[in-house]
């Protein structure tokens, strides 16, 4: 397994803003800003060949290789970033950050407010996807990358995605979208705000004062995580993944015990997120994501691309992704279209609702390495010194992780 | 497989296939070079791909299967998933010198407002076409009773994709009525190209029309 992966790698960070401060949307500043970020793959000469991964809601910076060295710890895309795999790292110099407002490194609420000495807490402004977006844009200064090859990234990395292409179109030759919207959705945003709403009643949470106290808002946060798994599943994938299958029980037990296999992966999948997240982090990205509104501030979302009539489009979807439903990736690329961009698109056939971006595996290598291939050769992208192909094709066979382990990394 | 660096490591899918469909064929051989081009139903692309190697043309498709799409991508073409009525709404005017519907017009639910659009967004349509008028689909209907197969689309009335059929004749009505001009004629019988003289419904089993706004 560890063979096709890109090996052991280490988070690095990059500090900025520390004498100027680092202005938001929002009117408010920050100052410094931190961002953990990976790098896999090596850049070529002519700097041509960097891919920015950006992450979604809960991801990290790490999103492939053995973190540390560690070989149990995976990056969140493993299947997708490697050598021979669809981002080619012999090939390519991918670049992966962990999103402001987060809690994987870079500057958030659970960071120190130099003001004071203590966390942020709820004294962190309030981040949008174009302020992570423009913090990444300082780290790709910092790697002296005028341009990107592609910027690539599914849901709220999707988000990043359209961000970059709208407003910072001279920075990269393609977008990949996937599974995403270019504007949040009233739906969207009611199950952001019932998780918003289980870390609020919790009394742990302490209007976001808890970091230095024994009990965090783990009940709060588990149940938040817990809507949001629900929301990444279809109706058919729980069918085929749980039915109504008894977890630890012959039969009905006529009591409040977790009895089906559907409650068990929730609570199991609600309380493992709480030893890997920060109940601020949450609310601080789910509220990010809420404000993303592409058809500002003219109405018209064709407008938003004007100015990217450059960039080439690989817009993906899923069928059975009923969070971000594919009419909103079809409205994406009518607007791309009227603009004059160059936009490939699929709505790919699947059951596994919006986890699919991370397990329709092959579908997706398919798409990702022949349209990857196609720009390589349009954009006349040189190899990086000491490249030679790989004889055979990686298998890419989704047995290489269990499903369950990339599901739960999800977003 | 190629071994050159900065070359793919994917297998290639066959870029050097010259076995293009007839009608194919005959509608590159209508296209002028580094035309911007719009194929609409590309299927998997071969048309497209064959026109971008040999002609440099701007090609663009629309397709609506998933295997379809997937080929075409494989092909390193730009395509979109999509059904061909609603698909050409989104473009600009004029934003193409060649709109090509090859063998989808027995297909189409609404062909005046296809042929419109096609002539919205592109200067010149290309169409081909199976013809039922053909005298062996006549034969066919008059000794058997069946309702014939067109010999360049063997496809019964009860297999999907529903198609409805009609002749070249059929198609020269339908045009006048709604103001298109048909501008060349090719016509092929089982894949060559032949001399109709005035029998061009009677001896050709397929047609290939340019079309433009009269």
Same mark, same amino acid.
């Given at each position: 397994?560890?063979?096709?992966?890109?090996?052991?790698?280490?988070? =690095?960070?990059?500090? @900025?803003?520390?004498?100027?401060?680092?202005?938001?949307?929002?009117?408010? &500043?920050? =100052?410094?800003?931190?961002?953990?970020?990976?790098?896999?793959?090596?850049?070529?000469?002519?700097?041509?060949?960097?891919?920015?991964?950006?992450?979604?809601?809960?991801?990290?910076?790490?999103?492939?290789?053995?973190?540390?060295?560690?070989?149990?710890?995976?990056?969140?895309?493993?299947?997708?970033?490697?050598?021979?795999?669809?981002? %080619?790292? %012999?090939? @390519?110099?991918?670049?992966?950050?962990?999103?402001?407002?987060?809690?994987?490194?870079?500057?958030?609420?659970?960071?120190? %407010?130099?003001?004071?000495?203590?966390?942020?807490?709820?004294?962190?402004?309030?981040?949008?996807?174009?302020?992570?977006?423009?913090?990444?844009?300082?780290?790709?200064? +910092?790697?002296?990358?005028?341009?990107?090859?592609?910027?690539?990234?599914?849901?709220?990395?999707?988000?990043?995605?359209?961000?970059?292409?709208?407003?910072?179109?001279?920075?990269?030759?393609?977008?990949?979208?996937?599974?995403?919207?270019?504007?949040?959705?009233?739906?969207?945003?009611? @199950?952001?705000?019932?998780?918003?709403?289980?870390?609020?009643?919790?009394?742990?949470?302490? +209007?976001?004062?808890?970091?230095?106290?024994?009990?965090?808002? %783990?009940?709060?946060?588990?149940?938040?995580?817990?809507?949001?798994?629900?929301?990444?599943?279809?109706?058919?994938?729980?069918?085929?993944?749980?039915?109504?299958?008894?977890?630890?029980?012959?039969?009905?037990?006529?009591?409040?015990?977790?009895?089906?296999?559907?409650?068990?992966?929730?609570?199991?999948?609600? +309380?493992?997120?709480? =030893?890997?997240? #920060?109940?601020?982090?949450?609310?601080?990205?789910?509220?990010?994501?809420?404000?993303?509104?592409?058809? =500002?501030?003219?109405?018209?979302?064709?407008?938003? @691309?004007?100015?990217?009539?450059?960039?080439?489009?690989?817009?993906?979807?899923?069928?059975?992704?009923?969070?971000?439903?594919?009419?909103?990736?079809?409205?994406?690329?009518?607007?791309?279209?009227?603009?004059?961009?160059?936009?490939?698109?699929? #709505?790919?056939?699947? &059951?596994?609702?919006?986890?699919?971006?991370?397990?329709?595996?092959?579908?997706?290598?398919?798409?990702?390495?022949?349209?990857?291939?196609?720009?390589?050769?349009?954009?006349?992208?040189?190899?990086?010194?000491?490249?030679?192909?790989?004889?055979?094709?990686?298998?890419?066979?989704?047995?290489?992780?269990?499903?369950?382990?990339?599901?739960?990394?999800?977003? | 497989?190629?071994?050159?660096?900065?070359?793919?490591?994917?297998?290639? *899918?066959?870029?050097?296939?010259?076995?293009?469909?007839?009608?194919?064929?005959?509608?590159?051989?209508?296209?002028?070079?580094?035309?911007?081009?719009?194929?609409?139903?590309?299927?998997?692309?071969?048309?497209?791909?064959?026109?971008?190697?040999?002609?440099?043309?701007?090609?663009?498709?629309?397709?609506?299967?998933?295997?379809?799409?997937?080929?075409?991508?494989?092909?390193?073409?730009?395509?979109?998933?999509?059904? *061909?009525?609603?698909?050409?709404?989104?473009?600009?005017?004029?934003?193409?010198?060649?709109?090509?519907?090859?063998?989808?017009?027995?297909?189409?639910?609404?062909?005046?407002?296809?042929?419109?659009?096609?002539?919205?967004?592109?200067?010149?349509?290309?169409?081909?076409?199976?013809?039922?008028?053909?005298?062996?689909?006549?034969?066919?209907?008059?000794?058997?009773?069946?309702?014939?197969?067109?010999?360049?689309?063997?496809?019964?009335?009860?297999?999907?994709?529903?198609?409805?059929?009609?002749?070249?004749?059929?198609?020269?009505?339908?045009?006048?009525?709604?103001?298109?001009?048909?501008?060349?004629?090719?016509?092929?019988?089982?894949?060559?190209?032949?001399?109709?003289?005035?029998?061009?419904?009677?001896?050709?089993?397929?047609?290939?029309?340019?079309?433009?706004?009269?």
């Amino acid at each position: 397994m560890t063979a096709h992966s890109v090996g052991p790698v280490y988070t =690095q960070f990059f500090t @900025f803003a520390e004498d100027e401060p680092f202005g938001l949307e929002s009117g408010e &500043s920050l =100052q410094p800003v931190t961002l953990a970020y990976e790098t896999y793959g090596v850049l070529n000469a002519d700097r041509s060949n960097a891919i920015l991964i950006c992450h979604a809601l809960s991801g990290s910076a790490h999103a492939a290789g053995e973190l540390d060295g560690d070989p149990t710890r995976l990056g969140w895309w493993e299947e997708t970033i490697g050598p021979g795999k669809a981002f %080619d790292t %012999d090939r @390519f110099f991918v670049i992966c950050s962990n999103v402001i407002g987060s809690c994987y490194g870079s500057t958030g609420p659970a960071s120190i %407010d130099p003001a004071t000495g203590k966390p942020y807490g709820l004294n962190f402004p309030v981040v949008t996807i174009g302020d992570m977006v423009r913090a990444q844009v300082k780290l790709i200064d +910092h790697l002296g990358i005028d341009r990107l090859l592609c910027v690539a990234g599914g849901s709220m990395g999707g988000m990043q995605v359209l961000e970059w292409a709208a407003h910072h179109p001279q920075r990269l030759r393609a977008a990949i979208p996937i599974a995403t919207t270019a504007h949040h959705s009233p739906m969207l945003i009611a @199950f952001s705000e019932v998780g918003r709403q289980a870390i609020y009643a919790d009394p742990a949470w302490n +209007h976001g004062a808890y970091y230095d106290k024994a009990q965090k808002p %783990d009940a709060g946060l588990a149940v938040a995580r817990m809507v949001g798994h629900i929301t990444y599943l279809s109706e058919e994938s729980m069918h085929l993944k749980f039915g109504r299958r008894l977890q630890g029980h012959e039969k009905y037990g006529y009591e409040f015990e977790t009895e089906f296999e559907v409650e068990s992966y929730l609570k199991y999948n609600g +309380h493992k997120f709480t =030893q890997r997240f #920060d109940a601020n982090s949450y609310l601080y990205v789910t509220k990010a994501m809420d404000y993303f509104d592409l058809t =500002q501030p003219t109405g018209s979302l064709a407008a938003a @691309f004007a100015a990217s009539t450059h960039v080439k489009f690989l817009v993906i979807s899923f069928t059975s992704d009923w969070l971000y439903p594919s009419y909103h990736s079809k409205q994406l690329v009518s607007a791309l279209t009227a603009a004059g961009v160059d936009v490939t698109y699929l #709505d790919v056939k699947s &059951s596994w609702g919006h986890d699919a971006f991370l397990l329709e595996v092959e579908t997706m290598t398919n798409l990702l390495s022949s349209f990857l291939e196609r720009l390589v050769r349009e954009e006349r992208v040189a190899a990086p010194s000491g490249y030679t192909p790989r004889p055979h094709p990686i298998s890419r066979s989704n047995d290489l992780l269990p499903r369950t382990r990339l599901a739960d990394n999800l977003a | 497989m190629s071994t050159q660096p900065g070359m793919s490591t994917q297998p290639a *899918v066959s870029t050097q296939s010259p076995q293009l469909r007839a009608d194919l064929l005959a509608i590159a051989d209508l296209i002028e070079p580094g035309a911007r081009v719009l194929d609409i139903g590309c299927g998997d692309g071969a048309l497209l791909e064959y026109l971008r190697d040999r002609k440099q043309v701007k090609g663009r498709g629309i397709e609506l299967t998933e295997a379809g799409v997937l080929a075409c991508v494989r092909r390193g073409l730009s395509v979109r998933q999509g059904n *061909v009525q609603e698909g050409l709404a989104d473009y600009p005017d004029q934003s193409f010198d060649i709109v090509i519907l090859s063998q989808t017009l027995p297909f189409l639910d609404d062909p005046a407002m296809v042929l419109s659009e096609m002539l919205r967004v592109g200067r010149t349509a290309i169409v081909s076409f199976s013809n039922w008028g053909h005298w062996r689909c006549r034969l066919e209907l008059l000794f058997t009773g069946c309702i014939p197969v067109a010999t360049d689309l063997p496809q019964q009335w009860y297999e999907s994709p529903r198609r409805q059929p009609f002749s070249v004749t059929d198609f020269a009505h339908f045009c006048q009525k709604i103001g298109i001009k048909i501008d060349r004629q090719i016509y092929m019988n089982r894949g060559l190209r032949v001399r109709t003289g005035r029998f061009k419904n009677l001896l050709s089993t397929t047609a290939v029309f340019t079309l433009q706004r009269a």
